[in-house]
């Protein structure tokens, strides 16, 4: 696993940028604080063009902030009217259309999909309306990976996915796919009587007073929009992260809007938030149920990663001991995280795929809530947490001997390799490579078959400068996986 991204100096800013016909006419810009500085090293670090940042703090919009460029070419600033593609954070607005159905007496989630569109094909009539909306159906995705369905050939693709067959049985796994938000679509298309955009514009857009929110792509006009950009192009049909920035074009075809289709402004979705929590779109009662992460059939739960580890009625959620969220993301460059239990919600959207903004959000969350702050060991497992505390008054360098002591005093006393390599990445993140160090020194020692923790150590030393512990960790790596191509490659480098 690569680290350069981390340990890159910050050694520059981003210039906070805002609209100024007239110079004579514009207030000085307002001083930067704390938060403003966070951003723009985090634009620094990842290269995101630009950025748009909302927070919502005790029922208030408490912080904006607009940063860098929403088109490159002609270096056109961000400013707080300047619309995002929130791809996937759409599914969002959809859960609560669905909810607002549930809520007229119109829809049972736990209903099968049979009872309201009984032409569908005869397997998957009997799929529940909540495992569309938690990517638990099994079904074949019309949108397989690489592939882009237009306006022009939606009705083939749609009529090509209903001859597949399930991929699994339903309940039986996670698997994210477009197919069931296009089944959602077409069920709020027929129990609300109005297309599916209109009933969301009606319910939500003017409801919420989202006067600039809107349905588009890259084939629509939409004035004052930014441009998408990612560092990721496919060469020779490989798709390979490059040094210089790429255009990106995204086209969703109008029955697939209900996966990724709306266009807003940080401001306006923090204003849709406090809609929300102020009963403005759904009862109070009908919250826990859009923000239940769905259960698989063995009883778990299943998202897109380790941090977004759930998914609800188009949220997906984050489960944990302290501080839960939802946190619907978007395109890999914008999310929303609402942290219920805080009475806070953060808003990044970015105009960058591969931002993965969602990776940081959290941190600036802290800024709110302190106990949330990284330095703290928020975010590592219990047992981690408390040694961070302990290292933290000690030093690093007692990782080992502390561990070990532990392991003398409770046999049954275990630090998972995986957790312990997050760890180090998370101190690296934070810019302190000698604790990340000490970390990853005490992974190998508890884990020394593992290739990969010491491929993790290797590439600490090689960015600290330490060729000799570098090689030699590198070739403990091949020893233990001889296939380990990063290993060979990095060796060849150093010798």
């Not at 490989?238 to 807003?264: C, D, Q």
């Not at 403005?280 to 149920?289: E, G, M, N, V």
């Not at 992460?293 to 759930?310: A, H, I, M, V």
């Not at 275990?414 to 390599?421: A, K, Y």
Request: with cysteine.
């Amino acid at each position: 696993m690569k680290i350069t991204t981390w340990l890159t100096s910050l050694c520059s800013a981003l210039t906070l940028t805002a609209a100024s016909p007239a110079l004579a006419q514009t207030p000085p810009p307002a001083k930067p604080d704390s938060i403003d500085l966070f951003i723009r090293a985090r634009m620094q670090q990842l290269r995101i063009p630009g950025l748009q940042l909302a927070v919502v703090h005790h029922g208030n919009i408490v912080k904006l902030g607009h940063y860098g460029l929403a088109n490159v070419q002609d270096s056109v600033p961000v400013d707080r009217t300047t619309l995002f593609p929130i791809n996937s954070i759409t599914k969002a607005f959809v859960g609560v259309a669905v909810m607002q159905l549930v809520e007229a007496g119109k829809l049972d989630v736990a209903a099968p999909v049979g009872r309201y569109l009984p032409e569908l094909p005869a397997a998957w009539r009997g799929i529940t309306v909540r495992q569309l909306l938690t990517h638990t159906s099994g079904l074949p995705d019309i949108l397989p990976e690489g592939v882009q369905v237009t306006a022009d050939d939606q009705l083939t693709a749609w009529k090509a996915v209903q001859a597949q067959p399930l991929e699994s049985q339903p309940g039986e796994k996670f698997s994210y796919n477009q197919t069931n938000y296009l089944l959602v679509g077409k069920l709020i298309d027929q129990l609300s009587g109005q297309p599916f955009t209109r009933f969301i514009e009606d319910r939500q857009l003017r409801v919420a007073g989202l006067p600039r929110t809107t349905f588009a792509d890259a084939n629509s006009v939409v004035p004052h929009s930014t441009r998408g950009y990612t560092y990721f192009y496919a060469v020779d049909g490989e798709l390979r992260r490059t040094a210089e920035l790429h255009n990106m074009f995204e086209v969703f075809a109008p029955m697939l809007r209900t996966a990724a289709g709306l266009n807003s402004t940080a401001e306006e979705m923090a204003t849709w938030v406090l809609a929300l929590q102020q009963g403005k779109l759904l009862q109070p009662a009908s919250l826990p149920t859009l923000w239940t992460p769905g259960k698989l059939t063995n009883g778990t739960e299943r998202g897109f990663s380790k941090q977004l580890n759930g998914y609800a009625l188009g949220w997906p959620t984050i489960t944990r001991p302290e501080h839960r969220a939802v946190a619907p993301v978007g395109g890999g460059r914008s999310a929303v995280f609402l942290y219920p239990d805080d009475d806070l919600a953060v808003v990044v959207l970015t105009n960058l795929t591969g931002a993965n903004p969602d990776r940081f959000v959290d941190e600036l969350a802290s800024f709110y809530v302190p106990d949330m702050r990284l330095a703290t060991g928020f975010g590592l497992p219990p047992t981690l947490r408390r040694l961070h505390h302990e290292l933290r008054r000690r030093g690093f360098d007692h990782a080992l001997a502390l561990v070990r002591q532990q392991q003398k005093q409770n046999p049954g006393y275990q630090l998972p390799e995986s957790e312990v390599n997050a760890w180090g990445y998370s101190l690296l993140r934070q810019q302190q490579p000698r604790e990340a160090l000490e970390i990853f020194k005490l992974n190998v020692s508890l884990y020394p078959k593992s290739a990969n923790a010491y491929d993790s150590l290797a590439e600490t030393y090689q960015e600290l400068g330490n060729k000799t512990l570098a090689v030699k960790n590198y070739q403990q790596v091949l020893r233990l996986d001889p296939h380990s191509k990063n290993a060979a490659q990095q060796l060849q480098r150093l010798h």
